[in-house]
C-alpha cells in the first residue's frame, strides 16, 4: 500500500523532547515500512525515518520559536492535496485543520484522533464535517463526539517492545510518577500514596510554564518529605531503567485521559500500574494482572501492597499481547483495508445523516453508514 502519514509540525518525529503524537507516529511509520508498505511521512525537515521524508518545515515549530502553527500546517495540507493521487491512503494525526481540504478525498483518508475530545471551541467542525473517517484511540474517547462522527475504528496505542525492555526484577523498590506536573495528572495523590503506604516515591516530571503556578502553590512544598524525590524531566534511555526498576507506576488521574502512553510504557518493562479508573485506564489495565485500578485514595494505598505479589512476567505477556507496535499497525492495516473496501460512494454523508453498527474489525465495533440510506 503507498500511505502517507501526516505528522504534526511541532515537533520532529520522533520528537526530540516532549511529544507523545510524534512519538506514536514515528512507531506506526517505522513499522508500516518494517511491513513492507510504501510510506512517505509529511513531517519536519529535523524528523528521523526510514520512510521517504517530505520536509514540510526546516526543523519542529516549536524549537524555532514559532506560537501559531496554523500557516504552517496549511501549507503542509496544500502540499499533501497536490499528491494525493500519489498515495492509496492519507493518514493524518493534525486534529482537524484537514477536513474541509480533504472532504472530497474522504474516501482515502483517516485522521486519528489524539486527544481530548470534550472541547467545545472544536465542536462545529465536528458536527459539520461529517464524512471525516476517524479513529479513536480509546472507546472513552469518543464519548463527547456528536452521534454523526463516522468512527472506523478504535486502535489503542501501541510501541516497539523493545523501547522499554522487561526488568524482571524491580531492584529500585521506589513507586514511580512520570510524565507532567499538572492538577489532571495529580502528583499530589502519587505523593500521598507513598508517605501513607511508607514507600519511597520518585517524581520525573518536567513543569510547563502553564503549571507554573500549581507546582509553587501545591506541589513543591510537598517534595520535601523524606520519601519523595523529584528527578525533573528525563529522556528515553533514562526512563528504561526509572520504569524498569520501579515497583509500580502511580498513574493516579483525574481526567479522561484519552490513552497515556506511560501505562505501556511501564507494562512493557514489567511493571504494574497503580491507576485511577479514569478516562480509557479501564481498557489498558488488565485489573490484578497489569496492575490494579483504583476509585479511592484508600484504594491506591492498599495496591501498593498487592503489586508486590504481582508477576512482572504476566504485566509484559499482557503488553505484549496488545499494546506492541505490531499490534497497533495490524489494526492500522486492517483499518485502511477495510476503507478502501468501502469505496468513494460508501464515505460520502450528508450532515444530517445516519448511521448503525455494522461489524467489528480487530474486535472494534464501528458506526457504519449503509449504502441503501445514501443519497443518489
Not at 199 to 216: E, S
Not at 306 to 332: D, I, L, N, Q
Request: proline letters at 8%; one cysteine or more.
Amino acid at each position: 500500500m503507498r500511505i502517507a502519514q501526516i505528522a504534526p509540525l511541532s515537533e520532529a518525529v520522533p520528537p526530540k523532547f516532549y511529544g507523545g503524537t510524534e512519538r506514536v507516529v514515528s512507531w506506526i511509520t517505522e513499522e508500516l515500512v518494517r511491513q513492507g508498505h510504501d510510506v512517505t511521512l509529511f513531517a519536519s525537515g529535523d524528523s528521523q525515518t526510514s520512510a521517504k521524508l517530505a520536509s514540510c518545515t526546516p526543523e519542529g515549530l516549536r524549537l524555532l520559536g514559532y506560537r501559531d502553527h496554523t500557516a504552517s500546517h496549511l501549507a503542509m495540507l496544500h502540499q499533501v492535496h497536490r499528491r494525493a493521487h500519489e498515495f492509496d491512503i492519507l493518514h493524518f494525526h493534525i486534529d482537524l485543520l484537514q477536513y474541509p481540504m480533504f472532504e472530497d478525498l474522504n474516501h482515502k483518508c483517516l485522521t486519528t484522533m489524539h486527544g481530548r475530545l470534550d472541547v467545545p471551541d472544536f465542536m462545529p467542525v465536528y458536527r459539520t464535517f461529517t464524512g471525516m473517517p476517524l479513529v479513536s484511540i480509546s472507546d472513552n474517547q469518543r464519548l463527547p463526539m456528536p452521534p454523526t462522527s463516522n468512527w472506523l475504528a478504535t486502535i489503542h496505542h501501541g510501541l516497539p517492545a523493545e523501547n522499554c525492555p522487561y526488568y524482571p526484577e524491580a531492584k529500585g523498590g521506589y513507586l514511580a510518577f512520570l510524565g507532567r506536573i499538572s492538577p489532571e495528572k495529580r502528583p499530589d495523590r502519587a505523593i500521598e500514596m507513598a508517605i501513607r503506604s511508607g514507600t519511597p516515591l520518585k517524581i520525573a516530571a518536567k513543569v510547563d510554564k502553564a503549571d507554573q503556578d500549581y507546582w509553587d502553590e501545591k506541589i513543591e512544598p510537598m517534595i520535601h518529605h523524606p520519601l519523595v524525590e523529584f528527578i525533573g524531566e528525563i529522556n528515553e534511555e533514562q526512563k528504561k531503567d526509572f520504569l524498569g526498576n520501579a515497583l509500580a507506576l502511580a498513574f493516579p488521574i483525574d481526567w479522561p485521559e484519552p490513552f497515556g502512553l506511560v501505562m505501556i510504557e511501564a507494562m512493557s518493562a514489567g511493571t504494574p500500574v497503580i491507576a485511577f479508573r479514569n478516562g480509557s485506564v479501564p481498557e489498558v489495565i488488565k485489573d490484578g494482572v497489569s496492575g490494579v485500578l483504583c476509585e479511592n485514595m484508600d484504594d491506591a494505598v492498599a495496591a501498593v501492597a498487592k503489586v508486590k505479589a504481582m508477576s512482572r512476567a504476566g504485566v509484559r505477556r499482557h503488553f505484549e499481547g496488545g499494546f506492541t507496535a505490531e499490534c497497533m499497525v495490524k489494526k492500522y492495516v486492517a483499518a485502511y483495508e477495510e476503507l478502501l473496501s468501502r469505496g468513494a460512494d460508501v464515505i460520502k454523508l450528508p450532515a444530517s445523516g445516519f448511521r448503525q453498527p455494522y461489524g467489528e474489525v480487530n474486535g472494534s465495533a464501528r458506526p457504519a453508514i449503509p449504502v441503501a440510506a445514501m443519497p443518489a
